[in-house]
């Protein structure tokens, strides 16, 4: 398997644009998940879906972020309008379900390195 | 709400000497997994060893192995015989197991790991 695929893997754009960022999960998969992190705060889970569904989005930080899921193997994480704040590494893990496999390990995407200027 | 702690932000180790890094978390749950993650130069995210609470022996994974003291709440990481590769940001995570709650994942700030040859 080739693992969690994001892209891009690196994003340099301006305040004011919308920022679309991509992953594909590992198939088979029933977790996604969308990791920050900044220097300031760390690891923080923003969002993640289970069977396409989105479970958690208590940690999206405001409006200008959504994310979808529209099948099992691809989803997106938009910033619109996007601000320097917004500035970090995205990561997209996946996991099986951890209730049927009772493997809950999370494969890490490579992260997508985004700044905002 | 749970909590990780890594007090130590930078760590130091010979090359083929052992080192340990620190991990506490604060939780009421009696159930729940602990991981240790590593994050080289590359941001990748790597699973390096997983706990589960509810097993009293200690995980091990060739040189690596933890010390998990649930009284105290402290979830340590031994490597030994340190390799130059094992430089790195190293993270430990907290998820809980409460059936349903999808594979949500608390970070701690992180240690970052330099091997001197």
């Known amino acids: 398997d080739a693992g969690v695929i994001q892209s891009p893997r690196h994003e340099v754009t301006e305040m004011g644009q919308e920022v679309t960022l991509r992953c594909k999960p590992i198939?088979?998969?029933?977790?996604l998940f969308w990791y920050r992190q900044t220097m300031m705060r760390g690891l923080e889970l923003l969002i993640y879906?289970?069977?396409?569904?989105?479970?958690?989005d208590s940690g999206m930080p405001e409006d200008r972020f959504s994310a979808k899921m529209p099948n099992a193997s691809f989803s997106t994480l938009k910033i619109q309008p996007s601000e320097p704040r917004d500035s970090a590494v995205y990561f997209c893990?996946?996991?099986?379900?951890?209730?049927?496999?009772?493997?809950?390990?999370?494969?890490f995407g490579p992260g997508t390195r985004l700044t905002v200027l | 709400a749970q909590t990780v702690t890594q007090s130590q932000p930078e760590m130091s180790v010979q090359e083929a000497e052992t080192v340990t890094l620190s991990c506490t978390y604060d939780?009421?749950?009696?159930?729940?997994?602990l991981f240790w993650y590593k994050q080289p130069p590359s941001r990748q995210m790597i699973l390096v060893i997983r706990q589960e609470a509810y097993k009293q022996q200690n995980a091990t994974e060739n040189r690596f192995s933890v010390n998990f003291q649930k009284a105290a709440k402290s979830f340590s990481l031994k490597i030994s015989d340190s390799q130059l590769g094992d430089a790195a940001m190293y993270f430990c995570a907290y998820r809980t197991a409460l059936y349903n709650q999808g594979g949500k994942l608390i970070f701690g700030q992180g240690t970052e790991l330099s091997v001197k040859p």
């Open positions: 893990a996946s996991s099986p379900n951890p209730d049927r496999t009772f493997v809950d390990t999370q494969y």
């Open positions: 879906f289970n069977n396409n569904v989105p479970i958690d």
């Open positions: 198939s088979g998969h029933d977790y």
């Open positions: 939780t009421s749950e009696s159930d729940y997994y």
